[in-house]
């Protein structure tokens, strides 16, 4: 009897419980059911041979166009299948049925050759020289010709890295590519990743080992996991401070870490970068263009903005598209009811993407007609703030006005010049206490998730500068780039100006609301916006030159692209500081010739000022709807 009373309740319990959502990253899609694998060494013109494994739908009724995806980051890492469960950019296209292709580019992983970071792209006109470019010409090449029941149109995509490849195949032009999606494609090493704007991205210490390494033979095994620095303990901003100049850095790597030796050995944008620099062979190019970049993506946001810019300049005739949505480093890859970027929440924006913005795209070009009329728009912007997506004719949008707010005394920041013939704020910038660039600093491969989070931590300290808007009586939307042009003087001879943009949400209770990771919103100072610039870079990225004690100086600062309604209600702030630790390292605020080999004794403290008076103004010049 107590048996079936058991059996009774167990039944109603499994009957009454809501069917689990279906979650669409828990669905289960049995790869190896649907798809045949097979690997191919595809010799080039020079003769390296590329480790490739291409996966064909078993379903042959029909022909599939291919999907390739050029890494440096091991396509079947320990010899698995990398891609098991997901297959190309999304489920949606893997269930739609494509041929999957998956390379280890020259000199990584499986692949023969010698890895060199952001390849130079070389004259073509020598037949036997060799990049990225050529690779994936060759590699094209070879599977249209080989791979059975492709459909001849060939389709390229990759987030980071891999969105780099992808760039890179857009100017090979082989006639087959007929689409190419850039993701969160790395631009130029010195304004993506390993730089901003002259300063070395120090958060990446433990990433820079993973490029600085030759492998000594074919692997599948992330043969550069044992030189990943393990710092022995979670708090960055402690151990990079007690690390100090970084000249010490360099007893982390290996003698043979070749890539930190060239950042150490080529502080200044000089050929080395730029001749590694994608932007100016954006030219020509023959491919549908689809560039994806998150508004929040804190590795690799100029190189996709920069390239959809650069691509719509030189090639008047080149169907060539962006979207930029609210994430964080490619996060529009992952499928999930609700996407968060810190502690914000945007719903289910990247299932939206993956199936109304991405599929389509590729669908269009690859299995159909593939006219310049895909029923995409030019730009699909994300609003960060009004939290909806808008489509532009172009973008920046043609609509947009160009608006400027001044800094101004007691912190404020409004659209009138200042009218006062003095005026300035003064802060003490001390490298033995830097600006924290998070209240949350987790030690991982890159920094991802500060880029929307709360500043309030920052806008309490004496030498983080404030400035606000009155409340506002409307919307403002921006959107496009901003640039900040101050005028600072400083008691040093070098130093960094880091620039915030901050959306100030209001203190009333009713937006009190809990955001699902359970924090209030009253009072939080959002990060829109950020950006930083080495001030000895100030005249030019390849020759730095010291200030001249106490004198006024012009920094001009681009910031980033952003579309964010600051809502009625909120306020808009601007903050100011000399450092942003351990995200970038520590400007010495003495002119040296080289900052990676800084001692001790080159960094001192420096008495900054802000001027905004009516012969030296700072503001912010911004694009409003
Ligand atoms: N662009 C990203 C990255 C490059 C180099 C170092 C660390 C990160 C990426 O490929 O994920």
Known sequence: RYLLILLSCCLIIACSSPQKANNPQKEQYDVKAHYDKSTHYITMRDGVKLFTTVYSPKDKSQKYPIMMYRTCYSSAPYGKDKYKGKLGPSTTMMKEGYIFVYQDVRGRYMSEGTFDNMRPIVEHTDSTATDESTDTFDTIDWLVKNVENNNGKVGQWGISYPGHYTTTGAISNHPALKASSPQACIADFYFDDFHH?????????????????????????????PHMVDLGTPDMYDFFLKMGPLKNASKYYGKDNFFWQQLVEHPDYDEFWQSRNILPHLKNISANMMVVGGLFDAEDLYGPIHTYKTIEKNNPNTYNTIVLGPWSHGDWSRRKENQMVGNLSYGAVNIYYQDSIEAPFFHHFLKEDGGKNSGLPEAYVYDTGSKDWHKFQQWPPKNALEKTFYLKQGGCLDSEQPKSAKGFDSYISDPAKPVPYSERMKVSFTPREYMSDDQRFASRRPDVMVYETPVLTEDLTMAGDLLAKLKVSTSGTDSDWIVKLIDVYPDSTKNDEFTPERIKLAGYQQMVRSEIMRGRYRESFSKPVPFTPNKITAIDLPLQDVMHTFKKGHKVMIQVQSSWF????????????????????????????????????????????
């Not at 433990?206 to 043969?223: E, I, L, N, S």
């Open 582 to 625: 351990p995200l970038f390292d520590l400007n010495p605020q003495k002119f040296v010739k080289n900052i990676y080999k800084a001692d001790e004794s080159d960094f001192i403290k420096a008495e900054q000022h802000i001027y905004h008076n009516k012969n030296h103004a700072s503001s912010i010049t911004f694009k409003a709807l």
């Open 197 to 225: 704007r002259g300063a070395y991205t120090l958060s990446y210490f433990r990433a820079t080992p993973v490029f600085g390494y030759q492998k000594t033979d074919t692997t599948t095994k992330a043969w550069y996991a």
